[in-house]
Structure formats: C-alpha cells, structure tokens
C-alpha cells in the first residue's frame, strides 16, 4: 500500500477545517491568530502536495511566497494585539466591541 | 513516503492541532502549534519538498513562533476561565465548521487524483531548483515581497511602540500624570 495523494489532501482539509474551528470557537485574540497560521500552514501542505503531483516547483515557490506573507502578517498582527492589550488590558474579542454597530 | 510515516505525521499534526484549539493556556497553544508545523515540516521533507521543509522549520518554527512566544510572555497571559456565553454563536459555528470540512471532503473524494509514485527529476525540491525558479520565473514577485516585509515591519513598529512624549509635554507633566 502506497500513500496516495488524496490522503494528503484529506490531511489538509482537516487541518484547515480545525483553524477554522478555532478561529469561530476561540475568543482570546492570541490563539485565534495561532489558528489563522495553522491554516495558513494547511494550505501550504495542499501547495506542496499537489507540487509533488505535478512534478513542478512552481507550488513550492508559492509555499515560499506564503512563509512570507505569514510572516509579514505575524509582525502586524502582534503589534496590534499588543497595541490593543496596552489600550484595553484585554484580549478577549468579545470585549473588544468599539466598532460593533 | 512511507505509509507507517505518513500515519505517524498525519495523526500528530492532527492531534497537535486539535490541542491549539482546545488548550486553555495561550503558551500551551503554542507548544502544540509548534509540534503541528514541525509535523508538516516533516511531510514537506517526505515529499521530497527538502528546501521547503527545512525553510518550514528555521523561519516557522525558529522566528515566527518565536515572535508569539515573546508577545504572550509580554503581555504576561494566564490561562483563562472559558466562559460558557455566546452559546448561540458556538453552535452555528460548529455547523459552519462541519459543513465545510464535508464539503472539502466531498471534493476530495470526488476529485481523481492519480495514485502512486510519480517520479520527479533529479535534484526536485533542492535550493537549486527553488532558487531556479524563484529567482527566474517568479524574480518580480520575489522582489515586492522585499517591500511587503519593509512595509510590515515599519508598520509593526509604528503601531507597536509607545508614543514618545511630546516636547511641551514632556516640559510641562500634566497635574497627577504618572512619573
């Protein structure tokens, strides 16, 4: 028996649909964020899996392209969040609700 | 790829990213993170994405975690009591939640991806063929993700740094202001 490559995939999903879960479930800011990267990181597996498949590195280079942006949205997202926490001593989103109409 | 190791690395990253969304202490949330991404990291290495996979592990594991671990020891977070409110909410967002991961399965199910080995060319995956292509067909891209990182991170630091006081502020401290 041979790992397929939907396996991989199905890997993915799951991954992704569990980032999902705790960006609906969570209220702390921190882990919401935590999820959104393991999304990120799911869709990065999809990218190489499928890399793999085709026998290009094109879905490499992408992946690559993403570890960057992950990146750059780590460094502002922190500082918002810090920058929150300075201002409001919370990081719980529910409390956060200046802009809620 | 072995099937042993693949069921090894799929169900740690599984489990492990099941514990980011269920822990109740952000640090422990970022230990299981960690384990998620070097389990990935591992699969990358598996198919034969070598570069990928070690890049996986130095930036993501090595800096960007690094980054969360010190914002939550700065900002000293203990781990919460979880309220029970927003029921509601919960609950249409587990149904969102399935109906999604089904509906990606069902695709997935339903997409015919070729099984089996396929062989890729001699040194797929290496720093020579990613530089290749990233520094060929991908060179512009490359370059304004140079203007995305300066951006960020003049970005971050303006947000993130507290404001200086002002000159007359400083000259003249407001009545009962802090020392």
Known sequence: ?101 | MPVELFIFLATVSIVSSLGVVAQKNPIHCLLALILTLIAIGALFIALDAVTVGFLQIIVYVGAIMVLFLFVIWLLNLQAEPVPIGHLGLKFFATIAVAAMAAELFVFLAKTKITLGAIPVVAGYGSIDSLAQTLFGQYLMAFETTSILLLVAVIGAVAVARRALPTRASAAAPKQGAAP
């Open chain 1, 1 to 101: 028996m041979i790992v397929s490559y939907s396996w991989l995939m199905a890997l993915s999903a799951a991954i992704f649909a569990i980032g999902v879960a705790g960006v609906l479930l969570r209220r702390n800011i921190l882990v919401m964020f935590m999820s959104i990267e393991l999304m990120l990181n799911a869709v990065n597996l999809a990218f190489v899996t499928l890399a793999r498949r085709m026998g290009s590195m094109d879905g490499q280079v992408i992946v690559f392209f993403v570890m960057t942006v992950a990146a750059a949205e780590a460094a502002v997202g922190l500082a918002i969040i810090i920058s929150i926490f300075r201002n409001r001593e919370t990081v719980n989103a529910d409390e956060l609700n200046l802009m809620k109409w």
